[in-house]
């Protein structure tokens, strides 16, 4: 349990008595007709949103703040709804990933500034679920998080579209000529086409399956679709409990403990969830102190199959998922098979088995049996090597068989734009058994991490029909990605780790069941290239992106900031006037 049980709600160091400081905290406050009593005691809870129109994903976060509103006005707290910083996964250029930190910061000062007892986290596109969370890790406060949903599946021509899943199969048949300009942009339409967030198995869905496994979230969390009913009454129930929470001194951090997180890396193999969940879960526990490694997702994801059948690995999608069972269905099957730490604590008041025991399976397609799974191994694999001291992730499940235990030459990319320039050259020296290896790609070389790690093959092979080759890369890929995609090597290329030193010509190992990745030149000639290493750093386009590259940490520590940990438990606040 977390200190300071027995404190006053902080909110009174603002609101108790009579002085100047008192008078003006609430007059203010009283501007927009908020009456006395709200300032008697009662638990101030903030409703920290991700609302933003460029932030699609989330624009619909208002309405549902309005229902939380309800919830917490009926348990008798006093709401107040702030924005923060919504780093936008479809729009925000050169990647969202880039100002997850400063989300993070924005929460974290935010609540920290402000006379704040407990906190309703809005979120819903990929990378703000993480701040948010990250941002309460800090603070230490009761929080609870509430997804925006995802969208209802995409259709289009009576198919069933997963976001992202068929883009490149449009753009192409645009450019062949077999697809009319009207189709593709009425495929536009029909591929978003309600308010929430994607609604693959992607970033943003694994992120709010992560927030329900850990017990963050109120269970169905997940996948309730975002214009379903049934998310505004969990919306609205959020707010009840987190006054509840507040008055309980509940904090996250009788959530979020080592058995949370175990939960959800085991989640994350059954659900066959996104390799950015393995940063963000690495970040938020360190934020938390709670000792979480790239071992640990390698161990714990171990023989656990992935049993839900949704695109980008299956066929189905969150909509679907909902109505066979969602996320508590997954949990009682991952418990009777002693994958799960039932009595973690949640938000919900009892423990995870509490919640999840009675869950039911309602279509055996989506939500398959433990003996007819998708995949047999749904973990994360570390690779290990002199290629990546501090280790690199794959999702075996995505990759191909054939190319587990692999030996081939590198062709070599010192940029995306280098790759961009010449992967369709016709006279490029590469064949289906070599490996593409991209470089300067990673937290300080981007700068931010893109997620361009699953860079498409060469042309001329997929005319002859090679549909995956191995791919090493600093980089992320997304969550809706495919292929034998090898991501988040550390150290990464801009800071000097060995894969700035690979050339093309190179012979590179790869091992999958022994977690190996080797480059197979000798340590005398990769010191010799090491002398000269000079950083491949773009110029940055500004002062946060300068602070970012000067702070960040490598991906094996979750990619967040070295001074996050300079951040203490919530104290009595100097005085403004
Ligand atoms: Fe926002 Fe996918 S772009 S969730
Ligand atoms: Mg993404």
């Known amino acids: 349990m977390s200190g300071g049980k027995k404190q006053p709600l902080r909110s009174r160091q603002w609101y108790q008595g009579n002085s100047k400081s008192a008078f003006m905290h609430r007059s203010w406050m009283k501007n927009r007709g908020v009456p006395d009593d709200m300032f008697d005691g009662r638990p101030v809870i903030g409703i920290c949103n991700t609302f933003s129109e460029m932030t699609p994903c989330n624009a619909h976060l208002r309405g549902l703040a309005e229902k939380v509103k309800f919830g917490i006005y009926e348990a008798g707290g006093f709401p107040v709804e702030f924005p923060v910083l919504s780093p936008s996964e479809s729009q925000t250029r050169p990647t969202a990933m880039l100002y997850r930190n400063l989300a993070a910061m924005d929460v974290e000062e935010s609540i920290r500034s402000c006379p704040i007892d407990g906190v309703v986290l809005m979120a819903g596109c990929d990378k703000t679920t993480p701040s948010l969370v990250m941002g309460a890790a800090s603070c230490d406060i009761p929080a609870i998080l509430v997804s925006g949903g995802p969208m209802l599946n995409g259709v289009v021509k009576n198919e069933r579209v997963g976001s992202g899943t068929a883009v490149f199969r449009w753009v192409e048949e645009l450019n062949a000529g077999t697809m009319s300009e009207e189709d593709f942009l009425a495929a536009e339409a029909g591929h ?35 214009v379903d009913s049934r998310r505004a009454q969990l919306s609205q129930m959020a707010g009840r409990r987190i006054v509840d929470l507040t008055r309980a001194r509940t904090t996250i951090g009788d959530i979020l403990t080592r058995e949370a997180f175990e939960n959800a890396i085991r989640v994350n193999a059954a659900i066959g969830g996104s390799t950015n969940a393995v940063l963000h879960l690495i970040a938020i526990a360190r934020r938390m102190g709670v000792d979480l490694s790239l071992d640990d997702w390698d161990r714990l994801g171990r023989g656990v199959p992935t049993i839900v059948d949704l695109m980008p690995s299956g066929r189905f ?261």
Request: glycine content about 10%; some cysteine.
């Open 317 to 577: 999608l969150m909509e679907d998922f909902y109505y066979a069972g969602g996320l508590p269905a997954v949990m009682r099957i991952l418990g009777e098979h002693n994958l799960l730490h039932r009595e973690a604590l949640t938000v919900s008041g009892g423990t995870v088995w509490d919640q999840v025991e009675t869950a039911e399976v309602w279509n055996e397609e989506v939500i398959r049996g433990w003996d007819k799974p998708l995949t047999d191994e749904g973990g994360i694999a570390v690779l290990r090597g002199n290629l990546a001291p501090r280790g690199a992730v794959l999702k075996p499940s995505a990759a191909s068989p054939e190319l587990f235990s692999h030996r081939g030459r590198a062709v070599v990319f010192s940029s995306i734009e280098d790759y961009h320039d010449r992967i369709n050259d016709p006279d490029l020296d590469v064949d289906e058994t070599s490996i593409l290896v991209l470089q300067n790609c990673g937290p300080k070389g981007y700068p931010g991490m893109a997620e361009v790690g699953n860079m498409g093959l060469p042309k001329k092979l997929l005319e002859k029909g090679v549909r995956d080759m191995i791919r090493i890369s600093d980089a992320r890929m997304s969550g809706t990605a495919y292929g034998t995609v090898i991501l988040h090597v550390a150290p990464e290329a801009a800071e000097g780790g060995p894969l700035a030193f690979v050339r093309s010509g190179d012979w590179i190992e790869v091992d999958i069941a022994e977690r190996r990745l080797h480059l197979d030149v000798g340590a005398d000639e990769l010191d010799r290239r090491a002398e000269n290493f000079v950083p491949s750093l773009p110029s940055v386009a500004s002062g946060y992106q300068q602070l970012y590259r000067d702070h960040v940490e490598q991906a094996d520590l979750g990619c967040d900031f070295d001074f996050a940990d300079a951040s203490c438990a919530l104290s009595p606040q100097r005085v403004s006037h």
């Open 192 to 226: 978003a086409r309600s308010a929430g967030s994607c609604m693959t198995m992607g970033t943003a869905s694994t992120m709010a399956a992560m927030v329900e496994a850990m017990g963050l979230g109120l269970f169905q969390n997940a996948a309730i679709p975002a």
